[in-house]
């Protein structure tokens, strides 16, 4: 009768255990995408000072290919879009700590995930190329930087690839880093440095306002880029790249693309 009374306790307790645990998992359950339905708005952190995928207009508001397909997958989601304006080195703690939902601001996976935060990567929406942008007519390749000094805004893609050069068996002789990318700009234009690399799009708006400057067609690296989210939240990530997906699809991405491109 013990043995008995022993082992129906024991059988009751795995039951209870289980119950317990299923509990618990169904509290944990990711809410991301049911917390912005609520809310009916999905904030998205940016820095405007990269046109055309984000800058700001002359009324102050941002605009760019980034703003633009925010607003279309906002609006496939069922949500209004906000854009919140964020210095680029703020981007990633901003989202941790709740400023905004998700970072959408030409940041590629590798920017993101070399920062720190700990995060959730959607599907791509642009593949972009790093381009040379130098005054030296002498550069007409990658090769060419060897044993130039070349600058690149620090912690960016672009820095990633001055540094993807000497897998490239190119040996440059100073990798020079800064803040922003016109600092690197300033720096070159009076002679302290040979060369940056930079976004194309960047690199062909500066080059549209100066005619020294002079955009080296072969790319350094070409990088995915891609929206930033919470790590966990994976409803929301699901749902975005669901959204890209139809948008995609449907023609509304080849017109934003073509609003912001056409000319490349």
């Not at 919470?230 to 080849?254: C, M, Q, R, V």
């Amino acid at each position: 009768m013990k043995k008995k009374t022993f082992i129906t306790v024991a059988v009751i307790m795995v039951i209870m255990l289980f119950m317990t645990s299923c509990g618990d998992k169904k509290t944990t359950e990711d809410s991301s995408l049911k917390n912005i339905k609520k809310a009916g708005v999905l904030k998205v952190g940016m820095c405007p000072e990269y046109p055309p995928f984000e800058s700001i207009n002359n009324s102050g508001a941002i605009e760019g290919f980034d703003a633009d397909l925010a607003e279309a997958i906002g609006k496939e989601m069922g949500v209004k879009v906000e854009l919140v304006n964020t210095p680029w080195e703020g981007l990633i703690s901003g989202l941790s700590s709740g400023d905004f939902d998700v970072i959408m601001s030409g940041m590629s996976p590798e920017e993101a995930k070399e920062s720190g935060g700990k995060v959730n990567i959607s599907n791509s929406y642009f593949n972009l190329d790093e381009v040379i942008l130098t005054t030296n007519k002498d550069i007409k390749s990658k090769k060419d930087l060897a044993g130039k000094i070349v600058g690149s805004h620090a912690g960016s893609a672009s820095e990633n690839a001055v540094k993807s050069l000497e897998e490239q068996k190119i040996k440059i002789k100073k990798s020079a880093t800064y803040n922003r990318h016109s600092e690197a700009l300033a720096d070159m234009l009076n002679g302290n440095i040979d060369a940056m690399v930079v976004e194309k799009s960047w690199a062909k708006e500066k080059a549209k306002t100066n005619s020294k400057l002079i955009i080296v067609d072969d790319p350094v690296q070409t990088i995915k880029i891609a929206a930033v989210f919470p790590k966990g939240n994976d409803s929301l990530t699901k749902e975005f790249n669901k959204a890209l997906k139809t948008i995609k699809e449907n023609g509304t991405y080849n017109k934003i693309y073509n609003k912001w491109f056409a000319a490349e």
